[in-house]
């Protein structure tokens, strides 16, 4: 069983930055690939960002590429560093822990509850 909190979100500016984090709970934290997704009220989920379970592998949504970093640490903390933000960006963000890196949402297995991510023109 993984428990994920994720904070980090609120309200910036277009152009600025700022770092998600989510912190797991739970002995198994080390198997489990890590993903970032997004959503906005009456939308499906969508992939963001995912990283493998050592760390070593990466995917992005093409949307984000170039502008957003994933990383984990030992401490069962996954960060999103998203920079040069957009309005589009604005939505509520989650991060989501399964076997694997995959950018299908019914892949991961846990789920956050989710933090406002705003960015204003």
């Known amino acids: 069983q993984v428990q994920l909190v994720e904070s980090g979100g609120g309200l910036v500016q277009a152009g600025g930055s700022l770092r998600l984090s989510c912190a797991a709970s739970?002995?198994?934290?080390?198997?489990?690939?890590m993903g970032w997704f997004r959503q906005a009220p009456g939308k499906e989920r969508e992939f963001v960002a995912a990283?493998?379970?050592?760390?070593?592998?990466t995917s992005f949504a093409d949307s984000v590429k170039g502008r957003f970093t994933i990383s984990r640490d030992n401490a069962k903390t996954v960060y999103l560093q998203m920079n040069s933000l957009k309005p589009e960006d604005t939505d509520v963000y989650y991060c989501?822990?399964?076997?694997?890196?995959?950018?299908?949402?019914?892949?991961?297995?846990?789920w956050g509850q989710g933090t406002q991510v705003t960015v204003s023109s």
């Open positions: 990283i493998s379970r050592s760390g070593g592998s």
């Open positions: 739970g002995r198994t934290f080390s198997r489990y690939a």
């Open positions: 989501a822990a399964g076997p694997a890196v995959t950018t299908t949402a019914g892949v991961y297995d846990y």
